[in-house]
């Protein structure tokens, strides 16, 4: 069969208006919604705070057993009503990635290697470190304009950053241990 160029458009052009009118008279939205529907059977549902940016937007994660399966924006989020950024919508990839590590990593002074440690000797170094440091640095006392000494307690040796993913009280918790160690440097993921 021989088809010219302008009976090719012809039928392409009456196929498309038939696939148009006929996609209009058809509701696919209760079809999409019980496709989703059974994706989500039997899954449980978690509130979690996307990880990425310091707005904080809520995500609703759908896990069956120990595997997240889902990501999505929660609707009752009222600055973002349920909808995510291109990087919050794609932060199942966080979880479900089989190069993310998953035991913790430590890298010795002047190492190339890195190496698994044990949580707990990581929760120690870090506790030994802080210790360590305060010691060493903690500046109790300082000279004045008039030669005095003025009682300054603070330490210039740590900082500390805050998350986005932490609430307020968590934040005020991070805030009082800071202070109490004598941390000046102290600041939030949000003005970074």
């Keep these: 069969?021989?088809?010219?160029?302008?009976?090719?458009?012809?039928?392409?052009?009456?196929?498309?208006?038939?696939?148009?009118?006929?996609?209009?008279?058809?509701?696919?939205?209760?079809?999409?919604?019980?496709?989703?529907?059974?994706?989500?059977?039997?899954?449980?549902?978690?509130?979690?705070?996307?990880?990425y940016c310091s707005v904080g937007c809520n995500q609703l994660v759908y896990s069956k057993g120990d595997t997240i399966i889902d990501i999505e924006g929660h609707p009752d989020t009222p600055h973002t009503l349920g909808k995510l950024c291109p990087k919050g919508a794609a932060t199942i990839q966080l979880s479900?990635?089989?190069?993310?590590?998953?035991?913790?990593?430590?890298?010795?002074?002047?190492?190339?290697?890195?190496?698994?440690?044990?949580?707990?000797?990581?929760?120690?170094?870090?506790?030994?470190?802080?210790?360590?440091?305060r010691e060493k640095h903690f500046i109790e006392r300082e000279p004045g304009r008039d030669g005095q000494d003025v009682v300054v307690n603070r330490l210039d040796a740590i900082a500390s950053l805050g998350s986005a993913c932490i609430d307020n009280e968590e934040c005020y918790l991070l805030?009082?241990?800071?202070?109490?160690?004598?941390?000046?440097?102290?600041?939030?993921?949000a003005r970074v």
Aim: aromatic letters at 10%.
């Design 1 to 51: 069969m021989g088809l010219s160029r302008r009976d090719f458009f012809r039928y392409a052009g009456s196929a498309g208006a038939g696939a148009a009118v006929g996609a209009s008279t058809f509701d696919l939205k209760p079809v999409a919604a019980a496709a989703t529907s059974l994706k989500l059977k039997e899954a449980k549902v978690h509130t979690s705070v996307c990880p």
């Design 175 to 189: 805030t009082k241990l800071n202070r109490t160690l004598g941390i000046v440097y102290h600041e939030h993921q």
């Design 96 to 133: 479900n990635n089989p190069l993310r590590p998953t035991k913790p990593l430590y890298r010795a002074p002047g190492s190339d290697k890195w190496e698994e440690k044990p949580i707990e000797w990581m929760y120690e170094q870090i506790a030994k470190r802080y210790y360590d440091t």
